[in-house]
């Protein structure tokens, strides 16, 4: 049985179309004040369900729900359950970057823990630390074929095209890109972000640029990493620009940041519903629906619970 918290639902849609199922009732009542009241509206008992949730903005709040959800689906006695959050937020406090602050990520995890989830499933993870500190299966689904498919329909895999890390942390994404290119050449570009005021500037970069910039991230939240690797690789010679990044976060002004910049298309997916008003031209939406219910699917022969 398949349920959908309200952050995602046209996502939950697609993957209980691809598992061959319906989703199932759910009431989220929002109080007032803001508190939620979730009923789980069909019988779970001895079932195996899966909750769908994505963690984008509001945040917190998304979190909340879903917590709430897996405790219903618990406490109504379903079998098992598996909670998909295509896009795991938190992510990027996967560590301690400076003494006294806290360790979001692991924060989450212990919370998914302590009610009783029996796998997760989330989109692109920001970094390999993120499945050490879960103490229980996270299974990875990675948009990076989906981009790599784009990037052959469109015959970008040429010797005038190279890949882009925006920053180090995203070495192991270019090269499993590039990998799937059938090893196509990529730079690395050293971003620095002010810990204290968030301010983000773009550096060294590492590798030879070529005329077209393919430009591979996990995220876009406020957009300003990618535009200062569009400038950065603009100085140094590159002239076409194309973004694919796996969640669309989209704060503050990210999309007209898009929209006005050199960039000619930006590919995201839809690990988190970008609202209408923050859709744009240059904007398209892959969806990762079938690879989630396939990493599912996967998961129901590769254990016993199921
Ligand atoms: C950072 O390490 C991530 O991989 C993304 O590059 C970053 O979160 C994007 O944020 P923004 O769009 O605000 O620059």
Known sequence: ?????????????????????????????IFPDGEQRIR?????????TI???????????NYMQLFFAIDALKRSGAKSVTA??????YQRQDHVFREGEARSMEV??????????????????????IAEIFKIPLLEVSALPLFAQKIKENKWDDTRTVLVSPDMGGV????????LLGGMPFVTIEKNRDLETGTISAGLVQGEIKKRALIVDDMISS??????????????GAQDFFVFATHPV????????????????????DTIAVPKEKQFKKLEIISVGALIAKAYEDSKSNTTSY
Do not use: W
């Not at 909750?51 to 709040?61: K, Y």
């Not at 998909?84 to 937020?89: A, R």
């Open 51 to 61: 909750i769908v949730q994505s963690a984008g903005m509001p945040t917190d709040q």
């Open 40 to 48: 789980v509206g069909e019988h779970v008992l001895d079932q195996n």
């Open 250 to 269: 989209f704060c503050e002004n990210a999309a007209l940041l898009l929209q006005n910049s050199s960039i000619e298309k930006v590919f995201v997916t």
């Open 223 to 236: 957009g300003a990493t990618i535009i200062q690797a569009v400038n950065l690789l603009k100085e140094r």
């Open 172 to 179: 192991r994404r270019i090269k499993k890109m590039s990998e």
């Open 108 to 129: 989450i995890g212990a919370i998914l823990l302590s009610l009783g989830v029996d796998r997760v499933i989330a989109g692109d993870l920001h970094s390999v630390k």
């Open 1 to 29: 049985m398949i349920f959908s918290g309200s952050s995602n639902k046209p996502l939950a849609q697609k993957i209980a179309q691809h598992l061959h199922i319906e989703l199932s009732p759910i009431d989220i009542h």
């Open 84 to 89: 998909v959050i295509p896009y795991l937020g």
